[in-house]
């Protein structure tokens, strides 16, 4: 066994004595590098072999381990989530080791019913403070898993519908929809005066909604 130090750190190399003519090289499918080496090659030429090779040796090093990383993720529970803007464990989030053992599938069930928990908890706080900002009250309040939107509104009825979803990005983009919505409560279509509601009541809304066209996990910080 040999390291090599490479721009990605110091890498463990395997090396086999074989009865080959020249060094070979080569990264396995799960991160791992393997050399074999002609019988009688010394420690100091394999060892600096793998020196001239240490950029090759680590841009496929870690091709390999996203690789892996992006397999795993497509058939086991992730191990971190986005919550409120963060990306959290699932221990941390779920309370137990329970996210990581279950199967995707298990795991998008859950990851769900923990969003519309979530964003029922938020929502009253919220929704209270911005009705008694804006001077307009809905009748209902709704916590649903909408595919397309953040929010929807019915003006007659004043009933209003939040996206779960929202728990997975930051606090500020739930007071946008909520926002959002009140607005159509006072101005049900998407004009001038719609926009200067919102303006006024949201003055980040543009920059909140362009957050709000990324993936949430790309939209989330690391948790410190």
Known sequence: ??????????????????????????????????????????????????????????????????????????????????????????????????????????????????????????????AEHLEHQMGVHASRWQVRAMKTRWGSCTPRTRAIRINARLAAYPPSCLEFVVAHELCHLMEPSHNQRFHTLLDIYCPENRAIASLLKKPARAAARPQA
């Open 1 to 126: 066994m040999l390291d090599v130090d490479t721009p990605a750190g110091a890498i463990a190399v395997t090396v086999t004595r074989k009865r080959v003519r020249n060094l070979n090289l080569r990264v396995r499918g799960d991160g791992s590098v393997v050399a074999s080496i002609p019988l009688h090659t010394s420690a100091a030429r394999a060892q600096a072999f793998l020196d001239r090779r240490a950029s090759w040796i680590a841009q496929h090093v870690l091709c390999r381990r996203e690789q892996a990383e992006l397999e795993h993720d497509a058939a086991h529970a992730p191990s971190t989530i986005p919550l409120w803007g963060e990306l959290v464990s699932s221990e941390k989030a779920f309370g137990s080791a329970l996210l990581p053992e279950s199967t995707a599938a298990e795991a998008e069930d859950l990851v769900a019913e923990l969003y519309r928990q979530e964003v029922k908890r938020a929502l009253p706080a919220v």
